[in-house]
């Protein structure tokens, strides 16, 4: 590759942890050459005043960035391709007056062979909380981008979003998405933090598969009550779609649950792991999934007792069954995971560390069984929510990590974390 | 926006004391010279927190009902937007009590929420003395105060 190389930490296999890592000293076997993990800085072919950016790679291997930039009201959803080694000039996706832009809660891109999917979020009435998914789709033969499509067809004034998409065959795109469809009709969209008869419904989690012009092939309810304000994460296993997202029972046990697409249907949601984190409240800090062929990892945020936790739970049968949670973060973390699953089947976390309003952006890296292998600090960041959620994917053996730099006027970072080779190789 | 708005914009780690600023509206300030030591209940919220909106008109209910003691209500909008869209939120959650200036929500050097809302009760020497999580009712605010014997009466 080309970029240029920034930093660079060789961090040995035998390197546990840097900040916060707790127990789990036992050293695993990775399938990687070499032991070494190079952090190396990228450019960003975005401006200031981006942010919300996400980075996302294509089953060809090739690595694209989506972000936002702001002028006033006006916010603009543009993406770029790493193509040998610069970025390619960034496009204009779509951009509006009339975007609901929220820390937790942004756009994202989905890259399927020669198509794309693009989402965002737009206002759709007069009240403050009302608003709606809209996706538009890249047209590969004319090289263009149909207008944003309202995805959920209920027509009811109502959040919408924490949007997940995946490429699916026949350039078909899998999209999950919280709906609050249920939640309108008070004046005042809420879900009161125990249910009562006169209340409206609470959010849901739906899904649908859409052909490559936005028609609906298929639409589903997953959930009926889950979390308000947590983003969902899907993946395609060897069985088809998995999506993850943070449930909410009637007692307000806010956990972590499955639910699987297996031979045309849904299974019935079960948690990942019972943990039993009881809270009327939005820990706005959702799962991230990755899959691998029956391979699948689960990395997630929980307090319970106001104990913060990051665990990691890996599944070797497309996510039916899940392993005991292992431990990545405690203690000083807030969260905001992502996850990976490397070609040698290791797993890679990202996580956040705070300490006062100062933060750092981490990576951990596991075996496929979960055991500890190394951490890297990819970068320090703020704990403010500007400074957003920091997103990884990967290509092969190599980790893409972005967030948004709020030590000045806000821009979109990028870096890559080269593990079990040198740069260039 | 002519709705009135409270501010409190400082309040030293030791002088413990809080200026209050009068918002005639979201961009236009005057500060007054009036300063206090009390106990706070800071809440935090978002404008797209559902059990956050619920919890509003408890606790303006409930500021109305300490308005005469030495305990305040001021909020904290979680998202950090700049202050001229903070208290335009503010305005349209209804939220009657004062929300902070970022600056002055450092200086209590508190954890994040991890859950929205969360509501911290600090001493006037500007101490964590209850974390409470997940929406409120008046009486679990009452019996939280109630429980840290607070002086909740009239002064």
Not at chain 2, 48 to 59: G, Q, T
């Given at each position: 590759m080309n970029y240029s190389t920034a930093t660079v930490f060789l961090r040995p296999l035998t390197t546990i942890c840097i900040v916060s890592c707790v127990g789990f000293t036992v050293m695993s076997t990775s399938l990687l050459a070499a032991d070494v993990a190079v952090l190396e800085s990228m450019p960003s072919p975005a401006d200031i005043n981006s942010s919300l950016s996400r980075v996302i790679t294509d089953s060809k291997g090739q690595v694209y960035l989506s972000w936002v930039t702001r002028e006033d009201e006006l916010a603009t959803l543009s993406y770029s391709k790493f193509e040998g080694g610069r970025w390619t000039d960034p496009a204009i996706i779509s951009s509006g007056e009339n975007w609901f832009n929220n820390w937790a809660d942004f756009p994202s891109l989905m890259v399927n062979d020669d198509n794309m999917a693009a989402h965002w979020l737009s206002m759709s009435a007069e009240g403050t909380y009302d608003y709606d998914i809209k996706v538009a789709f890249y047209n590969a033969s004319n090289n263009s981008w149909g207008e944003g499509i309202t995805i959920h067809k209920d027509g009811v004034s109502a959040e919408h979003g924490f949007v997940a998409m995946l490429p699916m065959s026949e350039g078909r795109t899998f999209i999950s998405w919280l709906d609050g469809r249920e939640t309108a009709g008070s004046g005042d969209h809420i879900t009161p933090p125990r249910a009562e008869p006169a209340m409206p419904g609470a959010m849901t989690l739906r899904a649908g598969i859409f052909d490559r012009t936005g028609g609906t092939v298929s639409e589903w309810e997953l959930d009926h009550r889950v979390c308000d304000c947590c983003q969902t994460s899907a993946a395609i296993s060897a069985t088809g779609p998995l999506v993850v997202y943070r449930d909410r029972s009637d007692q307000e046990i806010r956990d972590i649950y499955i639910t699987r697409y297996v031979k045309g249907a849904w299974t019935e949601p079960m948690p990942i792991h019972n943990d039993g984190w009881e809270i009327a409240g939005c820990p706005v800090n959702g799962p991230a999934i990755a899959a691998r062929g029956e391979q699948v990892a689960v990395s997630w945020f929980t307090a319970k007792d106001d104990a913060p936790l990051v665990q990691l739970v890996v599944s070797t049968d497309n996510g039916k069954s899940f392993s005991a949670p292992v431990l990545v973060a405690s203690q000083t973390t807030n969260g905001r995971v992502g996850t990976t699953i490397l070609e040698s089947g290791d797993i890679a976390v990202s996580w956040m560390d705070m300490e006062g309003p100062e933060a750092k952006i981490m990576l951990t890296r596991f075996s496929a069984e979960g055991n500890l292998l190394e951490t890297t600090q990819i970068a320090n960041s703020k704990a403010s929510r500007r400074s957003g959620f920091p997103i990884i994917d990967s290509v092969g053996n190599d980790v893409y990590?972005?967030?948004?730099?709020?030590?000045?006027?806000?821009?979109?970072?990028?870096?890559?974390?080269?593990?079990?080779?040198?740069?260039?190789? | 926006m002519k709705i009135v708005h409270s501010m409190i914009v400082a309040a030293g780690l030791v002088g413990l004391a809080l200026a209050m600023i009068q918002l005639q509206d979201s961009r236009a300030a005057s500060q007054s010279p009036q300063a206090e030591a009390k106990w706070l209940i800071v809440n935090y919220w978002s404008e797209?927190?559902?059990?956050?909106?619920?919890?509003?008109?408890?606790?303006?209910?409930?500021?109305?009902?300490?308005?005469?003691t030495n305990v305040t209500i001021v909020g904290v909008n979680f998202d950090e937007d700049p202050q001229g869209i903070t208290l335009s939120i503010a305005a349209d959650m209804g939220i009657e009590f004062p929300t902070l200036a970022m600056d002055v929500v450092a200086e209590f050097k508190l954890r994040a929420p991890d859950v929205l809302p969360t509501t911290y009760i600090l001493s006037p020497a500007r101490e964590v003395v209850a974390k409470m999580i997940g929406a409120q009712t008046e009486e679990s605010l009452l019996a939280q105060l109630a429980s840290l014997n607070l002086p909740v009466e009239k002064d």
């Open positions: 990590v972005t967030w948004t730099d709020i030590s000045g006027a806000a821009q979109v970072k990028v870096a890559s974390v080269i593990y079990g080779r040198n740069p260039g190789e | 797209w927190c559902a059990p956050c909106r619920l919890e509003i008109p408890v606790l303006n209910a409930l500021n109305e009902t300490l308005s005469s």
